[in-house]
């Protein structure tokens, strides 16, 4: 089993860039696919970005294409998103995700999580 922990978040202004961390234990990283999702206030929770085991293969969704990056390094246990030209919409809380063998094409068996980091731009 993976622990993961996220770290980054904080309060911005809009069109300034953060950079989030998620560190895992406890488990061999190219066994996982690897996510970031979020959850705004009253919403339900969404994908934002995945990435397949060996990096080969990302998901976007529509609304951080061109502005996220979602990378990892296996070697160092570490996932990351870098956030760019943020925008009040993207306040949330981004959540670190592992899918145990996925191939990054979908973003459904996401079994372990992390606690979360808040993320709040202001206009």
């Known amino acids: 089993q993976v622990q993961l922990v996220e770290s980054g978040g904080g309060l911005v202004q809009a069109g300034d860039s953060l950079n989030l961390s998620c560190a895992a234990s406890?488990?061999?990283?190219?066994?996982?696919?690897m996510g970031w999702f979020r959850q705004a206030p009253g919403k339900e929770r969404e994908p934002v970005a995945t990435?397949?085991?060996?990096?080969?293969?990302?998901y976007y969704a529509d609304s951080v294409k061109g502005r996220f990056t979602i990378s990892r390094d296996n070697a160092k246990n570490t996932v990351h998103l870098q956030m760019n030209s943020l925008k009040r919409e993207d306040t949330a809380v981004y959540y670190c995700?592992?899918?145990?063998?996925?191939?990054?094409?979908?973003?459904?068996?996401?079994?372990?999580w992390g606690q979360g980091t808040q993320v709040t731009v202001s206009s």
């Open positions: 406890g488990g061999t990283l190219n066994r996982y696919a």
């Open positions: 990435i397949s085991r060996y990096g080969g293969s990302t």
């Open positions: 995700a592992a899918d145990y063998l996925g191939d990054g094409a979908t973003v459904v068996g996401y079994d372990y």
